[in-house]
């Protein structure tokens, strides 16, 4: 297959790059390296099936970029994805996740590329629900600048549907962690925890530790991306892709203190305000539709990760440096 990645030099982006490259896929990744890193991209930079173009996804360059690859399927990843930035910045939020997408929409519609794989976020579509784990049916109910722009991609990318025969698949994220996730970032509770726990500092939680979260380990979101390509093109529209399992912020701790072998004790830090209590996504859509499950337990996962982060890490995170348990929430 021909695929083109948008975000291919971030977290989820680059491990999907490697995972298409080991399937024998020829990957043109398109990143800004706004987020992203470069070395991220290091073992598929020796692929002889991979190009990298560095160019935002929102400028008339994607176009011509898309035209000269006509990919079989784009994988769309390429976002702001700092949701307290989102709130700051409305206008540079919107810019990239809402005009970005639709200049792909746009880019596939002249390439003749109908397969795109979207990466919406699953923690921040359906707002505080009532009933978890929620299911696609629930009503979006977007609570940031972000999430609104999420779900206003999906929309664009269901209009394309609709007016030109484009097969989008929206792959609706819980909350993904995993090697190559930056623990500088606002929302990788666990890359943040790792690595503050490999450094010997104390953990901070905002709030009482109880809110949850549906954590997913990165290979298993790979998957379903994969999946999603490959599927028939009947297969349209948005899929929650998660565990359906809550694990509270405490018990987060204290399974990465047991990984890690740390005896630090959490600091507690006062809550923050608009962050939701809980989430959980029902996967039974995927499932059926991608035959998508996830296979990787949250101990082995956060053992996978703590590997990654011992061969990685030197003494990242300053200390002090506050473990945020909500903004990973909203993504
Ligand atoms: N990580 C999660 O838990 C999670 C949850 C739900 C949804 N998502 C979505 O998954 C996708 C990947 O997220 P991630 O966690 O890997 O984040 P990331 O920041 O590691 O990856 C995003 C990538 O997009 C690039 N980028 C940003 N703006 C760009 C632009 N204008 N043009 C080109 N490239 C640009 C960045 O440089 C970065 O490499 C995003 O769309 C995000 O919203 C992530």
Redesign the pocket.
């Given at each position: 297959m021909r695929t083109l990645v948008?975000?291919?030099?971030?977290?989820?982006?680059?491990n999907l790059v490697d995972r298409l490259l080991t399937e024998g896929h020829h990957v043109v990744g398109?990143?800004?390296?706004?987020?992203?890193?470069a070395s991220?991209l290091d073992s598929a930079a020796e692929s002889n099936r991979f190009t990298f173009v560095e160019?935002?996804?929102?400028?008339p360059d994607l176009q011509a970029v898309v035209a000269g690859t006509r990919p079989d399927v784009v994988f769309?990843?390429?976002?702001?994805?700092d949701v307290r930035r989102s709130v700051t910045d409305p206008y540079h939020d919107a810019?990239?996740?809402v005009l970005?997408t639709i200049n792909i929409a746009e880019a596939c519609r002249k390439a003749g590329t109908r397969r795109i794989v979207?990466?919406?976020?699953?923690?921040?579509r359906y707002g505080e629900p009532i009933t978890l784990p929620v299911r696609e049916e629930v009503p979006a109910c977007p609570l940031s600048p972000?999430a609104a722009g999420?779900v206003a991609a999906e929309l664009y990318l269901g209009c394309y549907a609709g007016m030109y025969g484009l097969a989008p698949v929206n792959l609706?994220?819980?909350?993904?962690?995993g090697p190559?996730?930056?623990p500088h970032?606002e929302?990788?509770v666990v890359a943040i925890f790792g690595s503050a726990m490999l450094a010997g500092r104390p953990a901070v939680i905002y709030g009482d530790g109880c809110a949850t979260r549906d954590y997913v380990y990165v290979g298993d979101v790979v998957d379903a991306f994969a999946r999603a390509a490959t599927a028939p093109t009947s297969v349209t529209g948005t899929f929650n892709i998660g565990t359906g399992i809550q694990t509270s912020t405490a018990d987060l701790h204290r399974l990465m203190s047991e990984v890690v072998g740390s005896t630090e004790p959490p600091r507690l830090e006062g809550g923050r305000t608009g962050e939701i209590r809980a989430i959980a996504l029902d996967r039974s859509a995927a499932r059926a539709a991608l035959q998508w499950d996830p296979r990787t337990s949250i101990r082995e996962g956060l053992q996978l990760t703590v590997e990654w982060l011992r061969r990685t890490t030197d003494d990242v995170v300053p200390a002090g440096t506050a473990v945020t348990v909500s903004e990973?929430s909203s993504?």
């Open positions: 948008t975000g291919a030099a971030g977290f989820i982006g680059s398109v990143d800004n390296l706004s987020t992203g890193r991220n160019t935002d996804v929102s400028l769309h990843l390429a976002a702001q994805v810019a990239t996740n970005g979207f990466a919406a976020s699953g923690g921040s972000y999420k609706a994220l819980s909350n993904v962690y190559r996730q930056d970032g929302a990788g990973g993504r």
